[in-house]
């Protein structure tokens, strides 16, 4: 995992909310894991983040991206 994204993840598993992540879960069939993070708080974990990291080249995009994209929690293809 780049280390670029792992306070990203970190931040996101601190703010996890296992009774949402099951209701979403739920709502979408069981088809994706969830750590339970709404839109709102996930936009606003995500802006704090980019602010205080900086947003990554457009040369390292596609891989960090792909990186998100593996992780099992919906969440981080968001």
Same mark, same amino acid.
């Given at each position: 995992?780049?280390?670029?994204?792992?306070?990203?993840?970190?931040?996101?598993?601190?703010?996890?909310?296992?009774?949402?992540?099951?209701?979403?879960?739920?709502?979408?069939?069981?088809?994706?894991?969830?750590? /339970? $993070?709404?839109?709102?708080?996930?936009?606003?974990? *995500?802006? #704090?983040? =980019?602010? %205080?990291? /900086? $947003?990554?080249?457009?040369?390292?995009?596609?891989? *960090?991206? #792909?990186? =998100?994209? %593996?992780?099992?929690?919906?969440?981080?293809?968001?």
């Amino acid at each position: 995992m780049d280390e670029y994204l792992k306070p990203l993840i970190e931040t996101y598993h601190q703010n996890c909310n296992s009774e949402q992540a099951a209701a979403m879960s739920r709502y979408m069939q069981d088809l994706f894991p969830f750590l /339970g $993070i709404k839109t709102p708080l996930r936009r606003q974990l *995500l802006k #704090q983040f =980019l602010q %205080e990291y /900086g $947003i990554p080249s457009s040369e390292f995009l596609p891989e *960090l991206v #792909q990186q =998100l994209w %593996e992780l099992p929690e919906r969440e981080f293809q968001y």
